[in-house]
Nanobody
Framework: QVQLVESGGGLVQPGGSLRLSCAAS????????MGWYRQAPGKQRELVAA???????NYADSVKGRFTISRDNAKNTVYLQMNSLKPEDTAVYYC????????????????WGQGTQVTVSS
């Protein structure tokens, strides 16, 4: 009943920018934290950035000062603005949401999107 759909990935040159979006839909009652993770080939999935329902943010050291996470609570959407992109930012980017939904009763669950590819290359 709940889906997270990412968009905005693609191919960009080093130094360029991309903006990722992740929209949650379904019988959502509330969303707590939302976040972005990434997984490069042969590496473990790692946290990129996270944001609470109140707007507090947390970033990986490798992206501080270059990436900005934000959310629109009215649209159940989280964004990741990525500037000054580097080849090492190349990965599949996944969003997640810690949310409560209704399905006959109320449940809490962590949902993941399907991932969007970001490639930084000249």
């Amino acid at each position: 009943q709940v889906q997270l759909v990412e968009s905005g990935g693609g191919l960009v040159q080093p130094g360029g920018s991309l903006r990722l979006s992740c929209a949650a839909s379904g019988s959502i009652f509330s969303i707590n934290a939302m976040g972005w993770y990434r997984q490069a080939p042969g590496k473990q999935r790692e946290l990129v950035a996270a944001i609470t329902s109140g707007g507090s943010t947390n970033y990986a050291d490798s992206v501080k000062g270059r990436f900005t996470i934000s959310r629109d609570n009215a649209k159940n959407t989280v964004y990741l603005q990525m500037n000054s992109l580097k080849p090492e930012d190349t990965a599949v980017y996944y969003c997640n949401a810690d949310l409560e939904y209704y399905s006959g009763s109320y449940y809490s669950q962590l949902y993941w999107g399907q991932g969007t590819q970001v490639t930084v290359s000249s």
